[in-house]
């Protein structure tokens, strides 16, 4: 196990670079000019030329890309064009408010769609069935920020119960664990949940389905096993695959927020990464999308690490 | 006895300070700006015009101050940390400034001519130990005529300019000064300054979270007892998405935000929230290029161009929120004059100066043009271009659109009509700031700002034009200075040297129980008259 897990920590290792090359390379390519955003529109030419200076933007690319590596493995991420703060700082810190609107998501999403799914596959092509797989699909596909402007309209503007925007009354620096600011994650945290929920029981239904079909299950019920620990097995054996689709939807839950807490103003990552593609902002830009997608890489990680534990069928060397 | 005595006491220490906190207390205002963080904090500003209106003027004060007292009229210059300044008449590039007395910044550091000197340094003098190039990309551009500076003692300032330029008052309104010694008690480190600044403004930067909030307390000790805040604290909030703006309004997560959304504004007034609106000076225009072979250097097709839009039309489209161009500064500008040229709707006065050209039904002029989605001050730039589109169609004039991102927008007009960038298009949509003589008319047409050295997108180069930016820069008496600034707007109009198009009215939207403000026909406000209900 442990030769396994350190397998995958070296390939891990390629990708990294990998996707600090197209990181670096992909916001090369958009049109715009980072300094858009740190000076006046009629700047002269003269001054934009030294303020590119200061930044280093007037290097070659491959210059400016070995620079960037050079402090990355320093552990220095630059500073972001448009504020003139770390990125590090910036990042990380929008990333715990992500994390934390992602996980609230996944808490509410998982349990809600394993709990479909597994009602679904049990109860196959029965009315329930029928049911959930409508609640699947809409899940899926009602795009995710209208939804969220509706329960704003909804929750926020007509009835006044929930904050449509923000981490907080003083910001995501002050949070705590109190209805204050948790009230704020709700309506953010709901909208985001609704495509995993539909994602994970149509998964959990087709794979519980699937299994519920088999010799062995009919083989437990003749043992004279309860129907309760037939449907542990049957988890069990389902739990491997709907582990690496939920693994894969945790990832995508936080970086794939951007139009979530555009919407809600949630001071996450997508928000940072919109901001940043809107003012060029590229050493932020960079520094987002490698750690986001350095978290995608680590979060596939952890799911094969899980999955082996899990399920001895899988056997790794 | 005594415990009578003692109860009435109480009783009136308790209403007495009822009474005071009813006086002194007036609320939060919390503002949800369009801006997506909170504008550098330093003293001089990003984040454009929304920059300067939340964190620059607010905590910082300028040698000389736009007037924000009056919604009636257009803005004009007024003393700031100067009281006043002349020209010498012997020699018309050294100007004397008399530095107000008694000013202290909310460290309690006094404002000094040599502190004006060292924030000059600060963004001129790029081997100054404070020189801070975030504050010089930003301010150094809005001070062109200046060469040196000196302090002749603590409250005289002489600046000697590059060449005799009477622009240099609207120039200074740009450049904030900020606190030499809290810089120097803050390790000589902007970083930490940007944290706890200190300007002369009247409001005090109390705290900040950078992309989410910033808090702003009133500093009581301001130089101008008429402008001292009357609130308790202001609260500016970045909500760059609109419908997230226009939601937290509705749900009363903040009191005031700017530029809603037309097409919210309904439901805002709706539920009794009130529109706040007025005309400033900002254009919304098609920059023509002059280049040989542009057909837009036929006076003819530029007039026949002006003449087939329908600027009320436009308006429903816009919720009421523009003023229908008149000429390329809004109708209300000191310096709009009296064109010869009406700009109006009249398609058949187009269709003839078209036909007069050369153009008709069988031979449409066809033109191709620069446009963006969105953008800063573009309003609803792509159903508006349409609409042009569909009004120039309808006297001859095909419109193909080139459509680029804001951001890439921004390039192509500091590239000019000349780039190979632009692919041939032959105007940009482009919208203006046109507070000043500077921004308002020369940087657009002067032959020595042609682009990519200048904002001169469309390379005009016209020798009268030229002698009467000459002339606005050389006349120092502000009276005979707007004589000339007329005289060339009017040139503008009857020349028909842009397509004018209409002005934008700032709309902010705010709660009922806002009361006191007053909006000034100015990209920056005044928060100081405001309470809350």
């Known amino acids: 196990m442990f030769a396994y897990f350190l397998r995958r920590l070296i390939l891990v290792m390629p990708v990294a670079f ?29 001054e934009q030329a030294a303020m590119r200076a200061v930044y280093g933007l007037d290097k070659p690319l491959p210059v400016q890309y070995a620079i960037w590596v050079a402090k990355l493995a320093q552990g220095d991420m630059g500073r972001s064009i448009a504020s003139g703060r770390p990125v590090a700082g910036e990042v990380f810190g929008a990333v715990q408010n992500s994390l934390l609107l992602a996980l609230s998501a996944a808490a509410i999403a998982f349990p809600i769609g394993i709990f479909l799914g597994f009602l679904a596959g049990y109860f196959r092509d029965t009315p329930i069935d029928r049911a959930v797989t409508a609640i699947s699909i809409a899940g899926v596909s009602v795009p995710n920020y209208w939804l969220g402007i ?8 007509n009835l006044g119960w929930l904050p449509s925007m923000g981490a907080g009354p003083g910001g995501s620096q002050d949070w705590a664990w109190d209805w204050l600011h948790m009230r704020h994650l709700v309506l953010p945290a709901v909208t985001l949940a609704v495509v995993p929920i539909g994602i994970v029981a149509r998964t959990v239904r087709a794979l519980a389905g699937d299994i519920l079909t088999m010799d062995f299950v009919q083989a437990l019920y003749a043992k004279g096993m309860s129907r309760g620990d037939v449907l542990r097995h049957v988890a069990r054996n389902a739990a491997a695959t709907a582990l690496s689709v939920m693994g894969l939807q945790l990832g995508y839950l936080l970086g794939g927020s951007i139009l979530i807490e555009t919407v809600f103003n949630w001071p996450g990552s997508g928000f940072l990464l919109s901001n940043a593609i809107f003012q060029r902002d590229l050493p932020l830009l960079q520094g987002t999308i490698l750690v986001l997608a350095l978290f995608f890489v680590a979060m596939n990680l952890v799911v094969d690490v899980a999955q082996a534990a899990i399920d001895p069928r899988i056997k790794r060397t | 006895m005594i415990r009578l005595k003692d109860s009435l006491a109480a009783l009136a220490l308790t209403v007495g300070m009822v009474c005071a906190q009813g006086a002194a207390a007036q609320g939060t205002l919390r503002v949800g700006m369009t801006a997506s963080d909170i504008p550098l904090t330093t003293g001089q500003t990003d984040q454009g015009g929304e920059g300067m209106r939340f964190m620059g003027y607010t905590v910082y004060d300028s040698l000389i101050e736009w007037d924000l007292s009056s919604a009636d009229k257009p803005s004009v210059l007024i003393p700031g940390l100067a009281t006043e300044w002349m020209v010498d008449p012997d020699d018309k590039t050294k100007w004397t400034f008399k530095i107000r007395e008694g000013v202290t910044f909310h460290d309690g550091s006094p404002f000094t001519a040599q502190v004006a000197v060292w924030n000059f340094d600060k963004l001129l003098k790029d081997d100054s130990e404070q020189y801070d190039s975030r504050q010089a990309a930003q301010g150094k551009s809005r001070i062109p005529a200046v060469a040196s500076y000196t302090a002749i003692d603590d409250h005289t300032l002489e600046i000697i300019t590059k060449s005799p330029d009477a622009t240099l008052p609207y120039q200074l309104a740009w450049i904030l000064m900020s ?30 979270v950078p992309r989410e909030r910033a808090e702003l307390v009133p500093n009581a000790a301001f130089w101008d007892a008429t402008r001292v805040p009357k609130l ?3 609260v500016l909030i970045p909500l760059p998405e609109p419908n997230a703006r226009s939601a937290a309004l509705l749900s009363g997560q903040v009191d005031w ?24 000076p900002h254009n919304w225009t098609w920059h023509l290029s002059r280049l040989e072979g542009s057909p837009w250097n036929d006076i003819r097709v530029r007039k026949a161009a002006n003449l087939a839009i329908d600027r009320e039309g436009m308006g429903a489209l816009l919720g009421g929120l523009m003023v229908p161009a008149k000429g390329f500064l809004p109708p209300s500008s000191q310096w709009f004059g009296t064109p010869d040229f009406e700009v109006k709707y009249d398609p058949e006065a187009a269709k003839a100066l078209l036909a007069e050209a050369g153009y008709g039904p069988d031979a449409p002029l066809k033109v191709k043009a620069l446009i963006s989605p969105s953008g800063s001050g573009q309003m609803l730039p792509l159903p508006m271009n349409e609409y ?10 095909e419109v193909e659109f080139m459509v680029v991102e804001w951001n890439q927008m921004i390039n192509l007009w500091r590239a000019g009509a000349a780039d190979a960038s632009v692919d041939g298009s032959q105007s940009i949509n482009f919208t203006y700031f046109i507070q000043d003589p500077f921004t308002g008319l020369i940087r657009h047409l002067s032959c020595d700002l042609i682009a990519p050295n200048g904002t001169n997108w469309g390379h005009y180069c016209d020798p009268e034009m030229q002698a009467l930016f000459d002339q606005i820069k050389t006349t120092f008496d502000p009276v005979e200075q707007d004589a000339v600034l007329k005289t060339t707007h009017e040139k503008f109009v009857n020349e028909a040297l842009f397509l004018m198009v209409t002005h934008d009215v700032a709309p902010r939207a705010m709660s009922p129980k806002v009361k006191g403000f007053v909006q000034a026909q ?12």
């Open chain 1, 150 to 157: 509706v329960l704003v309209i909804i929750f926020s503007v």
């Open chain 2, 179 to 208: 606190s030499e010694a809290n810089w120097e008690t803050l390790d000589k480190d902007w970083e930490k300054v940007a944290a706890a600044p200190s300007g002369t403004g009247p409001w005090k930067l109390e705290s900040f």
């Open chain 2, 232 to 234: 308790d604290k202001m």
């Open chain 2, 522 to 533: 100015n990209w920056y406000q005044n928060f100081s008259s405001i309470t809350m209900e």
């Open chain 2, 388 to 397: 042009i589109q569909q009004n120039l169609a309808e006297v001859g004039i």
């Open chain 1, 18 to 46: 990998g996707v600090s090359v197209i990181c670096f390379l992909l916001v090369q390519i958009a049109p715009g000019d980072p300094l858009t955003a740190i000076m006046p529109v009629d700047a002269t030419a003269e």
């Open chain 2, 257 to 280: 935000i700017e530029a809603p959304a037309p097409d919210t504004i309904p439901a805002m007034t709706g539920n009794g929230f009130v529109v706040s609106s007025n005309a400033y």
